[in-house]
């Protein structure tokens, strides 16, 4: 018998100040139907946003996760969803009143405790799942991960950090809603009191304190702060994963193993398993069904891959910036950069598909660029990176379509714009 998705059996709610804006806001936990999935609510804003809990809405992994969704963002998401996804709650709404939930005490227990007040409720649909069947390894800067098919769902860490409290430390849980509770979600986030300037001038840990942070002197622990376990910074660390890994967008089969694990690690695993979920779940376009949508071709077709796709709504695709581009002979060939003008170019062939899936006889129809705007460069591209291309329809009237486009290489946008194009028949 399948697996059946579930939500909460009633709302709960939790108020207080966020963690990094330090702005009060309350949050309110409501059931959601089948096929929803986790969405956050912004009911500050003006037509209530919504924006989903996914890996393609990250929007910032700098001392947090944030996500966003055109003008709308919802800041350090990780505590509140490493809750939901220990509980395999697979579709609710989150109606937040401020950019950020409440950091409560700064660890999960608080969000377990009212999750497991409100009770599940089983619902009549099954549920989306990724089971891995081959390893996988990821490396971003000092972090590594390697990810091994397991039955179930496990999360370790090891950390080293530099300070005779911490030191290296090892946690290792599954991730079930009984020993989730129990032995990982009461760690709370952490942090060196000479940070706290230093991070304040950036905007960060402005509503950081001894109510929701363990704080670290130069030699120990600050007078006012006890630890809950020896090693609640390796704790930590393995709720923090639970909670980026919640923007997969389902329950994994998998024993995820971190060494100096981070926000930006951590998206980046999400980000792979989504691409394995989607490629799983036959949502993607191999190159071949591609180039039967597309007039373009080498050296001019700049997709090697959709990855995911919601019709009308939006499409992830992807290319592969290798060495022997014929544009790297002559742009910039001692110092190679792809040109900002066919990342743009890659973003409207992607955009072009996505406009091209609403067409009735797409192999016979084909997409004009007519407007370009908002065109923004904040990274070079080099040989060897992977463009990530997110394309967000933003309207479509007649055979014309808005699209918001963004560009990322390991989680980090470097290119964004804003494009109208027109379907055509060929």
Known sequence: MSERQQTIASPTAAEGHGLHTAEPAEVVLHPAP??????????????????????????????????????????????????????????????????????????????????AAAGLE??????????LATPLHVEVGDARYTILPHDGFRVSANIDFDHPT???QFASAAIEPESFTRDIAP??????????????RRGLALGASADNTVALSEDGLEADCE????????RHKVLDIVGDLALVGARLGCHVIAERPGHKGNVE??????????WESGRGLKIQEIMKLLPHRYPMLLVDRVLDFEEGKRIVGVKNVTANEPFFVGHFPDHPVMPGVLIVEALAQCGGLLLLQGAENPEETVVYLLSIDEVKFRHPVVP???????????????????????????????????????????
């Not at 089983?122 to 799942?129: F, H, K, L, Y």
């Not at 997110?390 to 486009?405: A, H, N, S, T, Y």
Request: include cysteine; charge should be negative; proline fraction near 5%.
């Open 34 to 115: 089948p096929k929803t999935g986790i969405r956050f609510r912004r009911t500050d804003l003006a037509g209530t946003p919504e924006i989903p809990a996914s890996v393609h809405a990250v929007d910032s992994v700098e001392w947090e996760t944030a996500l966003g969704e055109g003008e709308a963002r919802v800041r350090t998401v990780e505590h509140i969803l490493a809750a939901v996804h220990a509980f395999e709650i697979d579709n609710l709404r989150i109606d937040l009143s401020g950019p950020e939930p409440p950091a409560l005490d700064g660890s999960a227990a608080p969000w377990c405790e009212r999750i």
């Open 269 to 278: 695993v999400a980000r792979r398993l989504a691409t394995r979920l989607a």
């Open 384 to 426: 060897g990176d992977q463009l990530s291309l997110e394309i967000e329809l933003v309207q479509f009237r007649g055979r014309r379509g808005k699209m918001k486009g963004m560009a990322r290489v390991d989680g980090q946008v470097v290119a964004e714009a804003t494009m109208l194009g027109q379907v055509v028949d060929r």
């Open 166 to 168: 911490v030191g290296r």
């Open 122 to 131: 089983r619902q009549e649909a099954d549920v989306r799942r990724l089971d």
């Open 187 to 200: 760690a709370r986030t952490f942090g060196l009191s000479s940070w706290q300037d230093d991070l304040n």
């Open 227 to 234: 630890l809950r376990f020896p090693d609640e910074f390796a």
